[in-house]
Every structure is written in C-alpha cells, then in structure tokens.
T-cell receptor
Framework: AQKITQTQPGMFVQEKEAVTLDCTYD???????LFWYKQPSSGEMIFLIY??????QNATEGRYSLNFQKARKSANLVISASQLGDSAMYFC?????????????FGQGTILTVHP | DAGVIQSPRHEVTEMGQEVTLRCKPI?????LFWYRQTMMRGLELLIY????????DSGMPEDRFSAKMPNASFSTLKIQPSEPRDSAVYFC????????????FGPGTRLTVT
C-alpha cells in the first residue's frame, strides 16, 4: 500500500489566487512527521514546511500552510497568493518512528503551474 | 555556508562501467541520505547513515549498488557494473541528526547510462 498519496498529477492556478495541494498518508505509528518539498525545474529540492503528529496547531511558513486533519490522515499544502515562481513540482513526505526513524517516504508529486 | 555538495553534476557512461557519485554533507551534520529520482518510481531512499554508520540500506536496488561513508565529511555511492536502468538523478541530503526534521538536499547528480 502507498504510504503517501498525492492524487493530483497537475494543478493550475491563477497568479495571486490560493491553491491547495492534496496529500493523504497511511501509518499506524502514533509518532510521525509530515513534510512538503518544492522542486523547481532547476531540480533542487527545497524544504517548505513540517507538521508533527502531536502538533496541535497547523504549521505555517509565510505563504505556506499545512492543513493537517489527523483523523482523515490528510496533510494538504495551502499556498496563498500564488506567484509565478511557485510553478514547480511539490512533494509530500512522511517520516515514521521506530527502526526507520529518519527515513523519508515521498509521494509521487504534483506539478503546479501558476498562470499570469 | 556551503550547502550539500555533490559531484559530478552530470555523468554519462556506458553500460558495464563503474560509476562513483560523491557527496560532502554540510559541516556538523551527522546524518546523510542517498535518494534516487526517476519518472517511473519517483523519489526513493536508497540508504542512510548516522554518525558514518549505515542505518538502513533496504532501498539499495541490488548488489551492484554500494555506499560508504568513511568519515563525517564524505560519502560515495558506487554502481558497478552500471546498466541503462540506473539512469536517474541521484540526490544526497544531510541533516544535523535523525531527530531534526529538515533534510538539506544537494543539487543532485544526473546519471545517464547508455
């Protein structure tokens, strides 16, 4: 079974609009972390935001926020006021505890295109 | 401060040749990860080290792949012999410790095996 599922292969948004990128996860571990990374066309991986499973508040970093719904096992990324530079591939990832601590499992990614 | 350094940035080689990818983690980071990215399989963790010791190599595809971390500032990923299906972008990432949540990625090495 997929541990991280990103169901949107591609998304389009108008500049200055908000966009939500979906991510669902599967784990039985009570302690885990959820991450979002951005990969622009240049290829580097850029860390955006982190949410711990015990965090009470949704994580926010500037224009990025993580809509964490634990019961639904979803960790959607919300980008407010989209900019042309936000056009990139976005990956959701999870880190579980136990013997695999430190290991990140990535979803397949969502390509975001921001239109002017 | 310098980020994670990978070399070479691009490598083109013929099937059957040995390939060595190199990584220098950020100074002071004790954990190092090797990932492979392909269109078909996405981003996969191959192996990771903590304090120079391999912790989990379950992602290494087969015996042709090997990785070492002889000291805290250097790691190699070797493929011998290489095959066309090994063509991918290989990323190295480092983090201060396994409990730190952000992994800092290098620019990647684009490997093409013909």
């Amino acid at each position: 079974a997929q541990k991280i599922t990103q169901t949107q292969p591609g998304m389009f948004v108008q500049e200055k609009e908000a966009v939500t990128l979906d991510c669902t996860y599967d784990t039985s571990d009570p302690s885990y972390g959820l991450f979002w990374y951005k990969q622009p066309s240049s290829g580097e991986m850029i860390f955006l935001i982190y949410q711990g499973s015990y965090d009470q508040q949704n994580a926010t970093e500037g224009r990025y926020s993580l809509n964490f719904q634990k019961a639904r096992k979803s960790a959607n990324l919300v980008i407010s006021a989209s900019q042309l530079g936000d056009s990139a591939m976005y990956f959701c990832a999870m880190r579980e505890g136990g013997t695999s601590y430190g290991k990140l499992t990535f979803g397949q990614g969502t390509i975001l295109t921001v239109h002017p | 401060d310098a980020g994670v350094i990978q070399s070479p940035r691009h490598e083109v080689t013929e099937m059957g040749q040995e390939v060595t990818l190199r990584c220098k983690p950020i100074s002071g980071h004790n954990s190092l990860f090797w990932y492979r990215q392909t269109m078909m399989r996405g981003l996969e963790l191959l192996i990771y080290f903590n304090n120079n010791v391999p912790i989990d190599d379950s992602g290494m595809p087969e015996d042709r792949f090997s990785a070492k971390m002889p000291n805290a500032s250097f790691s190699t990923l070797k493929i011998q012999p290489s095959e066309p299906r090994d063509s991918a972008v290989y990323f190295c990432a480092s983090t201060p410790s396994l409990v730190t949540y952000e992994q800092y990625f290098g620019p990647g090495t684009r490997l093409t095996v013909t």
